[in-house]
């Protein structure tokens, strides 16, 4: 494939010898001939005789080399998805490499489609969304922009069909249906990549999801097996402590009078407080009861409205400082340091973010 940059660099056009000399050889022009005859239509069946003579043949030629250009232009752009485990961060350009490597090329190269399918990853993909559909959702390019909503429309079909993680999933689009009304009443106001009705039509499918998760009914499996209710409740109450959101309690204790019970315990949200702030944020924000006690619980709830909780996933995207390589933590990539380990940084969802700020 000929280079077509103006890197000085550049190994030139690609020429082809012929009886009539030396011709210039374009490595998509073959295809383009070949497409365009097919849907070519001449200028003289759909004008008449009068606008024929208007209309010379230079122009039909000008005409022709835009179709062409314009075809190929829109060819180039569908394909616009990877499945990339790892990519390549550049932020300025090297004689070796132009450009920088932007949010939405990240977002479009990294394999999201596949990590919402994977467990461990499927939390880290979410927050993810959530935190571009907070303030980077119009800095992402058209094609990144159709690549968001083409995995959102993947993790609200899986929400649907396998129940899990609702909660998450309201909670993302809660915020993507706030941006996106900002967005459209202040139109104008800020560049929006696209026109005016696709973003009503993405609002209009945002609001369509919300109703169907709120239309959701759980469904009670009937399982003859060993269920959480038969465990021993010293077993129940280490499942309990393993839990990192103070939502996820609430919800499970719902389940029973035992659960229920077990959520309440106060030890359980002291260490759960304990775990995601500090002393000095205690003490603004402590909340006594009538008989001088602590209340952890709702300490942990009006903690969490004024500072950021801990984020944990099962696994998550790396840096490595070394090859400037962004990658799939259990993929790698491959390294040339001595010592990888010592090189690879993890990528929280705000790192991925502001690792594209330039």
Same mark, same amino acid.
């Given at each position: ?7 000085? %660099? ?8 012929? @009886? ?29 005789? @009068?606008?024929e ?5 230079? =122009?039909?030629?000008?005409? /022709? #080399? ?6 190929? %232009?829109?060819?180039?752009n ?5 499945? =990339? ?9 090297t004689?070796? %490499? ?7 090329e ?13 467990? &461990? &990853?499927? !939390? ?6 959530q ?8 800095? +992402? ?12 429309? #993947? ?14 999933i ?9 941006? +996106?009304?900002?967005?459209? &009443? ?8 696209? !026109? ?18 709120? !239309?959701?009914?759980?469904?009670? $499996? ?15 109450? !280490? ?19 035992t659960?229920?019970?077990l959520?309440?315990?106060? $030890?359980?949200? #002291? ?7 500090? =002393?000095?944020?205690?003490? &603004?924000?402590?909340i006594? /009861? @009538?008989?001088?006690?602590? @209340? ?7 903690l ?24 799939? #933590? ?17 990528? /929280? ?10």
């Amino acid at each position: 494939m000929p280079f077509l940059g103006q890197d000085w %660099r550049s190994p030139g056009w690609s020429w082809i010898k012929t @009886e009539d000399g030396w011709k210039r050889c374009d490595a998509w022009s073959q295809e383009l001939e070949g497409e365009n005859s097919q849907c070519d239509i001449g200028h003289g069946i759909i004008l008449n005789s @009068e606008d024929e003579e208007i209309f010379s043949n230079e =122009e039909h030629e000008y005409a /022709s #080399k835009k179709r062409k250009k314009d075809h190929f %232009r829109n060819d180039t752009n569908t394909q616009c998805f990877y499945r =990339e485990n790892w990519i390549y961060v550049h932020k300025e350009s090297t004689r070796e %490499r132009h450009g920088y490597c932007t949010l939405g090329e990240a977002f479009n190269r990294l394999d999201f489609s596949s990590a919402i399918q994977d467990i &461990r &990853r499927f !939390n880290y993909v979410v927050r993810l969304l959530q935190l571009i559909a907070k303030s980077q959702l119009t800095s +992402l390019s058209g094609v990144a922009q159709k690549n968001y909503f083409n995995i959102l429309d #993947k993790i609200v079909q899986k929400v649907l069909g396998d129940h899990q993680n609702p909660r998450l999933i309201k909670d993302l689009l809660q915020d993507l249906s706030s941006t +996106l009304c900002i967005l459209i &009443r202040g139109v104008g106001k800020s560049v929006l990549v696209g !026109n005016i009705n696709i973003w009503i039509c993405r609002l209009e499918t945002v609001l369509r999801w919300q109703q169907q998760l709120q !239309n959701l009914q759980m469904t009670e $499996q009937v399982d003859s097996g060993l269920t959480l209710s038969d465990l021993p409740v010293h077993m129940l109450s !280490n499942i309990l402590h393993r839990f990192s959101d103070g939502w996820d309690i609430v919800t499970l204790g719902q389940v029973t009078p035992t659960l229920f019970a077990l959520s309440e315990d106060r $030890q359980l949200w #002291k260490k759960l407080c304990q775990y995601h702030f500090g =002393e000095k944020q205690f003490c &603004r924000h402590l909340i006594l /009861s @009538e008989k001088g006690h602590v @209340e952890w619980k709702l300490m942990y709830f009006a903690l969490q409205k004024h500072y950021p909780t801990k984020e944990q996933y099962g696994d998550t995207l790396h840096f490595c400082r070394h090859c400037s390589i962004l990658f799939w #933590k259990d993929s790698g990539h491959p390294c040339t340091a001595a010592d990888p380990d010592s090189c690879f940084t993890p990528v /929280s969802p705000q790192h991925f973010i502001d690792l594209f700020k330039y």
